[in-house]
């Protein structure tokens, strides 16, 4: 009878204590509701490779990686990664443009074009999110040296 008694009144103190843990312990519990920090953030974009088309045929490949700076306050609020928008973008602005040659070798105003996926990009997306667009790595690959 002992036995089954301080059985009986372990289950008991083991239920009140777990009631009382979860009822009155809520801080404990509880998860934190820290503020964002503010201030820019870091995003890496895996790599993009873009085709280079010259009297319809594939020259090439360029292998663009890019990294870019938001507003970390803001990229929180989005709905959408504004990583998609800048891979997009990019993609547009380089196969788009007409003045890339490979086989005639210039100059390139790549600030003037990074500019211009930041610019767009906010368009986009409708507010200054992004605040800088850099380069990572920038290599063009002929078709002859890519395997099959």
Request: charged share 20%.
């Given at each position: 009878?002992?036995?089954?008694?301080?059985?009986?009144?372990?289950?008991?103190?083991?239920?009140?204590?777990?009631?009382?843990?979860?009822?009155?312990?809520?801080?404990?519990?509880?998860?934190?509701?820290?503020?964002?920090?503010?201030?820019?953030?870091y995003q890496k974009l895996a790599p993009i490779n873009i085709?280079?088309?010259?009297?319809?045929?594939?020259?090439?490949?360029?292998?663009?990686?890019?990294?870019?700076?938001?507003?970390?306050?803001?990229?929180?609020?989005?709905?959408?990664?504004?990583?998609?928008?800048?891979?997009d973008e990019t993609f547009r602005q380089i196969y788009g443009?007409?003045?890339?040659?490979?086989?005639?070798?210039?100059?390139?105003?790549?600030?003037?074009?990074?500019?211009?996926?930041?610019?767009?990009?906010?368009?986009?997306?409708?507010?200054?999110?992004?605040?800088?667009?850099?380069?990572?790595?920038?290599?063009?690959?002929?078709?002859?040296?890519?395997?099959?």
């Amino acid at each position: 009878m002992r036995v089954l008694v301080s059985g009986l009144w372990i289950c008991a103190v083991t239920i009140a204590s777990c009631y009382a843990a979860v009822t009155y312990g809520g801080g404990f519990f509880k998860k934190s509701t820290e503020p964002y920090l503010e201030g820019l953030q870091y995003q890496k974009l895996a790599p993009i490779n873009i085709p280079m088309v010259t009297d319809g045929k594939v020259q090439g490949y360029i292998v663009a990686v890019l990294v870019f700076t938001a507003d970390a306050k803001l990229m929180h609020t989005l709905p959408v990664s504004p990583n998609a928008f800048v891979v997009d973008e990019t993609f547009r602005q380089i196969y788009g443009d007409t003045t890339i040659d490979f086989r005639k070798l210039a100059r390139y105003d790549i600030n003037g074009r990074l500019a211009q996926i930041r610019s767009k990009v906010n368009e986009r997306l409708g507010s200054d999110v992004v605040k800088d667009v850099l380069v990572d790595e920038l290599n063009f690959v002929a078709k002859r040296e890519v395997r099959s």
